[in-house]
C-alpha cells in the first residue's frame, strides 16, 4: 500500500516557475512507475508527464514539453516536477500517482487507469 502527498503548489504569476514534490508513504517505490497528471477547470484529468522506476525513461505531454521536468528520488521516495514558464492554462489540481505492480525499467505509462495510487492534489494557478 502506498499513500502520496503532493506538496508545492500556489499562485504564481505567467511565466513563473514552481516545483511540486509528492511524498511517497508506505511501501517502496522501487519498479514502480510513477507520474504527475492534472485536471483543469471542466476537464478530464489528462497526463503531465510520467517516468519508469529508474528514471531512464519519461514523457511529457504536448502542452508542457519544454518547460516542465520530472525526476524522482527512490531513495528518499520522493517524485518531483519542476515547471518554468508557467501559463494561464497551466491552472489546475494536479496529481502524482503510482502503479502498484512492477515494470521494467524503462516503462512509463501515460493513461490515468494504469495508475492504482493517487494523491489528493495540489492547486495550481497561474495569473496573467
Known amino acids: 500500500q502506498l499513500r502520496l502527498v503532493e506538496s508545492g503548489g500556489g499562485l504564481v504569476q505567467t511565466g513563473g516557475s514552481l516545483s511540486l514534490s509528492c511524498q511517497v508513504f508506505?511501501?517502496?517505490?522501487?519498479?514502480?512507475?510513477m507520474g504527475w497528471f492534472r485536471q483543469r477547470p471542466g476537464k478530464e484529468r489528462e497526463i503531465v508527464s510520467v517516468i519508469s522506476y529508474e528514471g531512464g525513461s519519461t514523457e511529457y505531454g504536448d502542452s508542457v514539453k519544454g518547460r516542465f521536468t520530472i525526476s524522482r528520488d527512490n531513495a528518499k521516495k520522493i517524485l518531483f516536477l519542476k515547471m518554468n514558464s508557467l501559463k494561464p492554462e497551466d491552472t489546475a489540481v494536479y496529481y502524482c500517482a503510482a502503479r502498484a505492480s512492477l515494470s521494467g525499467s524503462l516503462m512509463v505509462y501515460r493513461r490515468t487507469y494504469e495508475y492504482d495510487y493517487w494523491g489528493q492534489g495540489t492547486q495550481v494557478t497561474v495569473s496573467s
Open positions: 508506505g511501501d517502496t517505490i522501487d519498479r514502480k512507475a
